[in-house]
């Protein structure tokens, strides 16, 4: 399976405001975290990261890329989904860019509150470089964004 962070959004779900702001916010944290050596890309870790109006996109860089990390505007469950909800994860496997994963998941939630959910299959503990990034970005520490418990 692999390291693996998810987060749901009920079906349907679109804030332009909200995911206006996280774009915003997601381009500070890709900033910060090219200031202290990580790498960050496209979604196939070649190019820039990807922002639109409809979504953003990245990954860690070259040999640091593992699996894109994508936030779309609206929420749309999958096909074969059996709940009302959007469900999304990325496999980072620990690689650097993991701390900008878990710093935008970490963002999310607080400019979402209610309408995401975050899960990871890590603890908070093993999230502190994610943590630290976030404090580097908003000059305050980072609250925890789960709302149950690590999936396993």
Same mark, same amino acid.
């Given at each position: 399976?692999?390291?693996?962070?998810?987060?749901?959004?009920?079906?349907?779900?679109?804030?332009?405001? #909200?995911?206006?702001?996280?774009?915003?916010?997601?381009?500070? !944290?890709?900033?910060? /975290?090219? *200031? =202290?050596?990580?790498?960050?890309?496209?979604?196939?870790?070649?190019?820039?990261?990807?922002?639109?109006?409809?979504?953003?996109?990245?990954?860690?860089?070259?040999?640091?890329?593992?699996?894109?990390?994508?936030?779309?505007?609206?929420?749309?469950?999958?096909?074969?989904?059996?709940?009302?909800?959007?469900?999304?994860?990325?496999?980072? #496997?620990?690689?650097?860019?993991?701390?900008?994963?878990?710093? !935008?998941?970490?963002? /999310?939630? *607080? =400019?979402?509150?209610?309408?995401?959910?975050?899960?990871?299959?890590?603890?908070?503990?093993?999230?502190?470089?994610?943590?630290?990034?976030?404090?580097?970005?908003?000059?305050?520490?980072?609250?925890?964004?789960?709302?149950?418990?690590?999936?396993?």
């Amino acid at each position: 399976m692999g390291y693996t962070h998810y987060w749901e959004r009920p079906d349907g779900h679109e804030d332009r405001d #909200a995911f206006r702001r996280l774009g915003t916010d997601a381009k500070k !944290i890709i900033a910060a /975290a090219r *200031e =202290i050596g990580i790498a960050i890309g496209d979604a196939y870790g070649e190019d820039e990261p990807v922002f639109s109006e409809q979504h953003f996109a990245l990954n860690g860089a070259g040999e640091h890329a593992y699996e894109t990390f994508w936030w779309d505007s609206k929420a749309t469950k999958a096909a074969w989904a059996t709940t009302d909800t959007a469900f999304a994860f990325t496999k980072t #496997a620990r690689l650097p860019y993991d701390a900008v994963v878990t710093a !935008i998941l970490i963002r /999310a939630k *607080e =400019i979402y509150g209610d309408a995401v959910e975050v899960m990871s299959d890590g603890l908070w503990e093993e999230w502190q470089a994610g943590r630290d990034l976030y404090a580097r970005v908003f000059g305050r520490e980072a609250s925890e964004p789960f709302s149950r418990e690590p999936a396993q």
